[in-house]
């Protein structure tokens, strides 16, 4: 009969020391989530492409303000950014202001996005409906989907800001605003992406 090792028993096994995890639990579930949306954005645009082979595709200009929404949200990622290296050097002050700036200019592409849909609609491009053309639904799909997902980043952003004057985020908790910055600025490359995308495709 094979001999049954008791392993909670066995010292030799005790004295080997637990691996620390790579990576903290929410950064990977937050990278985890970013792959999502990847896969859902990948395949959105994947169907705008199929589709506009089919035919029945309508073609008309961009709204102006997307152009104007872009350099709102680059502005942004460089914001926060300069924020991220404030908490590294313990400079509360410009970590706070550079947090409020972000979250004022979120709101701002949120607004201007509006906007924008404002204009597809004077155009006479809707969603849906039986007047609608496939073109104008998957612009409305495309960019609502990531203002959706830039308004959960807004909020992020509150709750990173309240940390702050809290005195809850610097230099030796730096978990809060790196998962910030990791999500915000993705958002940005989305857009990028996204955007590139619409006006090679369109």
């Not at 592409?109 to 924008?116: D, E, L, M, T």
């Not at 910030?180 to 955007?195: E, M, R, S, V």
């Amino acid at each position: 009969m094979g001999q049954i090792i008791d392993i909670k028993s066995d010292s030799s096994l005790s004295n080997f020391p637990e691996r620390p995890l790579s990576m903290h639990p929410k950064k990977f579930a937050l990278w985890l989530f970013i792959c999502t949306v990847i896969m859902i954005f990948g395949a959105l645009t994947s169907a705008f492409i199929v589709r506009k082979a089919d035919g029945n595709w309508l073609e008309f200009e961009l709204p102006v303000l997307l152009w104007v929404n872009t350099i709102i949200i680059l502005f942004s990622s460089a914001t926060l950014q300069w924020s991220y290296f404030s908490a590294k050097r313990d400079n509360i002050n410009n970590l706070k202001i550079g947090i409020a700036i972000t979250f004022f200019l979120g709101i701002l592409f949120v607004i201007g996005q509006f906007y924008a849909w404002k204009e597809l609609v004077s155009m006479g491009v809707y969603f849906g409906g039986s007047s609608s053309n496939p073109s104008g639904s998957f612009i409305y799909v495309l960019t609502g989907l990531h203002a959706l997902h830039l308004v959960s980043g807004i909020i992020f952003l509150l709750f990173v800001l309240v940390a702050s004057f809290q005195y809850k985020v610097h230099s030796k908790n730096m978990v809060r605003i790196e998962m910030c910055a990791t999500y915000w600025h993705f958002l940005d490359f989305l857009w990028i992406y996204l955007f590139g995308f619409l006006i090679l495709n369109n």
